[in-house]
Nanobody, 125 residues
């Protein structure tokens, strides 16, 4: 399922942004949805994932670098997944992507896709 991330922008350190991830024609709750980011000159890295299973219910997972600052959530009525980013730091500057996976428990970008164009987040110091 092709997803589109939006909501990026320029923000000062300590500020907040909320990114949105939307899909058309597919129900996001049927998939594991992950947020990833790629900073200039770096590899794409895991940020957060939201997943659901019949035995564990909803499970959110975060990279250590964003834990306590970022929150991933899903609005099934709007078929949208959000990434609320608070206390932003300059090192959070990156292009942020959302993507879907059928592999429960994965953080590996190779298990997610296809990748859209992403949305740029720039945090100034």
């Amino acid at each position: 399922v092709q997803l589109q991330a939006s909501g990026g922008g320029l923000v000062q350190a300590g500020g907040s942004l909320r990114l949105s991830c939307a899909a058309s024609g597919r129900t996001l709750s049927d998939y594991v949805i992950g947020w990833f980011r790629r900073a200039p000159g770096k590899e794409r890295e895991f940020v957060a994932v939201i997943r659901w299973s019949s035995w564990s219910g909803r499970v959110n997972d975060y990279a250590d670098s964003v834990k306590g600052r970022f929150t991933i959530s899903r609005d099934n009525a709007k078929n949208t997944v959000y990434l609320q980013m608070n206390s932003l730091k300059p090192e959070d500057t990156a292009v942020y992507y959302c993507a879907a996976s059928s592999t429960y428990g994965s953080r590996w970008p190779g298990d997610f896709g296809p990748w859209g164009q992403g949305t740029l987040v720039t945090v100034s110091s």
